[in-house]
């Protein structure tokens, strides 16, 4: 069982920068893959970026990949998700997910945590 707790969001203007953390506990978090969501709303959850696990690949969604940036520390049970040049359409609630390995959609995720809330002002 992984449990997964996100912090780091908040209100930001456009422009700002935000390093989001996903901190895991339970079994063998390194083994796990994990990823970034972000779900405005009305929306359906839009696929961000992935670290693999032991391998620790990277993957980033095309539209963000320029602007996210995917981390993790695994003797600290953290990931990272640092983004940068915030804009309003960056609005939406972001949830980290932790799998067997990358994906890009969320039913390949099996943990999840709660979100944490990015609003983004112009």
């Known amino acids: 069982q992984v449990q997964l707790v996100e912090s780091g969001g908040g209100l930001v203007q456009a422009g700002a920068s935000l390093r989001l953390s996903c901190a895991a506990s339970g079994h063998s978090f390194s083994s796990y893959a994990v990823g970034w969501f972000r779900q405005a709303p009305g929306k359906e959850r839009e696929f961000l970026a992935a670290?693999?696990?032991?391998?620790?690949?990277?993957y980033y969604d095309n539209s963000v990949k320029d602007r996210f940036s995917i981390s993790r520390e695994n003797a600290k049970n953290v990931v990272f998700l640092q983004i940068t040049s915030l804009t309003p359409e960056d609005t939406g609630a972001y949830y980290c997910?932790?799998?067997?390995?990358?994906?890009?959609?969320?039913?390949?995720?099996?943990?999840w945590g709660q979100g944490t809330q990015v609003t983004v002002s112009s």
């Open positions: 997910a932790a799998g067997r390995a990358i994906a890009g959609t969320p039913n390949h995720y099996d943990y």
């Open positions: 670290i693999g696990g032991s391998n620790g690949g990277t």
